[in-house]
């Protein structure tokens, strides 16, 4: 083991103890009982293991030539981290979607919960919930002390989940989760509703805090301006963008993907346009699914059917990749569907997780690219892929960033429809319609926080300048989504800048690197080895993929 290697894997296992929370999201075992100090002590003393590790990195030399690459991306992530911190960003951390609110709930969907050991060790998780979220409390005060305060729209909305978590009363997740714990003694059955009653109070408390103390603090301006959002757009991408001429290529795409709907929909609904092939879509019974149950076996059965179909013909997929879950979300989050990789042991599998919004009849059309994004070809696969990569566990667990895993998925989907698995035209419609949403994600995104104005000679609003109320219309009109989802959308754009951009932006890298590989090999190129060799190359930022893949293809 190298010096940088045994630097990235002792900054791991440090990390871990003091972000118990990602210990339980990355699978890494030993802090299953902890949760992680939000207070600003807590973000301080993982800065300054971050800072420590970064020093401690430059000051050793490679020695060997996978050293050359695990620097590079250990000094991204790391420096990444250590600006954002920098800005004093984490005083004002509150967000519908990725915030401590949220996380602090969310890692209890990834315990274990097969015997009384697993929730015994839950239970006593649990009890800590209302100092954790407390410390987190601290942090936002101290954030609205020194003139510091998340948008208003993001606070009533994290206002309105915490209501739906702590239960309004009656139910909520915390009772209904500890409800599942079936035959315990009853000794542990006392523990486990009294953290869940005290978890509940706890989020109702901190619901009430957010309405009466912080809301009246909370800034009125939603977009953070060019400077900030040019940072997080480097965060969540590693590499540098040139936003003006990102939001230009956003344009060009939608008018190539609206082309490509109009030529879907005449198999439809022909001569009647894409509203009216949606209607179609959305309406016929035979084309939907009813029942949240029949649909969560309906994916469950999709993800099974294509490993089994791509294993051995377009990939080699690892016996323990071969299981996948598909599982139906908690309510109260974001509409988007999404993926939790599986532990280090593999112990937990990959969970694909569907919010169902409270609908319980489910269109297909839309669903099966959305699947092959979240399990195979996409996340499933690529995270999967990399827990069992011969890398450092640096670059296993932490070295990606979300344009790399986020760009593989969106290119997962493009992948099946031309490897001939989204011929019917439904399913043709539903890719179209989801490389429309990511593709308005960069339009919108980039022109809310850096309030550009929409181009002249653009067939919506030409002139004006992007506002929340415009970006949910153009969203609404040009992705097809419904309008649930599309309001939850924006909200998920607000509060994480320069997120949203990275599917497409990531997908752009991806084909970027796959075109170069092909032209360097000319008719020695094979797709099945260069994602075979582009995976095993590992987790890194954008820029880094683009440099290293054009390797690939110099036989380096």
């Not at 009982?33 to 590790?53: I, K, N, Q």
């Not at 986020?406 to 490897?419: D, Q």
């Amino acid at each position: 083991m190298s010096a940088i290697t045994d630097l990235g894997d002792t900054y791991v296992e440090d990390l871990a103890a003091l972000h118990p929370n990602a210990a339980t999201s990355l699978g890494i075992a030993g802090h299953e009982d902890e949760l992680t100090d939000y207070s600003v002590e807590g973000f301080e003393a993982r800065d300054r293991l971050t800072r420590d590790t970064l020093a401690k990195l430059e000051a050793l030399a490679d020695e060997a030539d996978s050293d050359r690459i695990l620097r590079e991306v250990m000094r991204e992530a790391l420096t990444v981290d250590a600006e954002l911190h920098e800005t004093g960003d984490y005083l004002a951390g509150l967000n519908v979607l990725a915030s401590p609110m949220q996380g602090l709930r969310s890692t209890f969907d990834l315990m274990p919960t097969d015997d009384e050991s697993d929730w015994a060790t839950i239970a006593r998780r649990l009890a800590r919930l209302p100092e954790a979220l407390a410390g987190y409390r601290t942090t936002l005060e101290a954030g609205m002390a020194g003139g510091r305060a998340a948008a208003r729209r993001q606070v009533e909305a994290c206002v309105k989940q915490c209501e739906t978590w702590a239960g309004n009363g009656s139910g909520g997740f915390f009772a209904e989760f500890v409800g599942r714990s079936g035959d315990v003694s009853d000794g542990l059955r006392r523990d486990l509703d009294a953290a869940a009653t005290a978890a509940a109070e706890s989020y109702r408390a901190f619901g009430e805090f957010l309405r009466e103390t912080y809301l009246p603090h909370a800034g009125e301006r939603d977009g953070v301006g060019e400077e900030r959002y040019a940072r997080y757009a480097r965060s969540y991408n590693r590499c540098d963008l040139d936003l003006r001429e990102t939001y230009a290529w956003g344009w060009d795409e939608i008018h190539r993907i609206q082309r490509e709907m109009e030529e879907a929909a005449e198999q439809i609904a022909p001569g009647e346009g894409v509203e009216a092939a949606k209607h179609v879509l959305e309406t016929d019974p035979d084309r939907a699914i009813e029942g949240v149950e029949p649909f969560r076996q309906w994916m469950q059965d999709l993800q099974e059917r294509t490993i089994a179909d791509l294993n051995g013909t377009h990939f080699d997929i690892p016996e323990k990749l071969q299981r996948l879950e598909a599982m139906i979300a908690p309510p109260g989050g974001a509409l988007a569907m999404y993926y939790t990789s599986p532990s280090e042991d593999f112990s937990r599998p990959g969970r694909t997780w569907y919010p169902t919004g409270g609908k319980t009849r489910f269109p297909l059309w839309g669903e099966v690219s959305i699947a092959y994004h979240e399990g195979v070809p996409g996340h499933h696969l690529e995270r999967g892929n990399t827990r069992l990569l011969d890398l450092s566990r640096f670059q296993r667990l932490i070295g990606d960033c979300s344009g790399y895993v986020e760009g593989w998925a969106l290119y997962a989907e493009r992948l099946m429809g031309e490897l001939g698995y989204l011929e019917v035209p439904d399913y043709r419609m539903g890719l179209l319609a989801s490389q429309a949403l990511r593709t308005v994600r960069v339009i919108i995104d980039i022109g809310m926080h850096m309030e550009l104005a929409i181009p002249d000679g653009q067939p919506f609003h030409p002139g004006e300048v992007w506002t929340p109320v415009l970006g949910d219309e153009f969203a609404r009109t040009r992705s097809h989504f419904p309008p649930d989802f599309i309001a939850s959308e924006i909200d998920r754009y607000l509060g994480l800048p320069g997120q949203a951009i990275s599917y497409k932006v990531g997908e752009r890298y991806w084909l970027a690197a796959r075109e170069e590989a092909r032209r360097s090999l000319g008719d020695a190129f094979d797709l099945t080895t260069f994602h075979r060799e582009a995976l095993a190359m590992g987790p890194m930022g954008l820029g880094l993929l683009a440099q290293e893949s054009a390797r690939l293809g110099d036989g380096a």
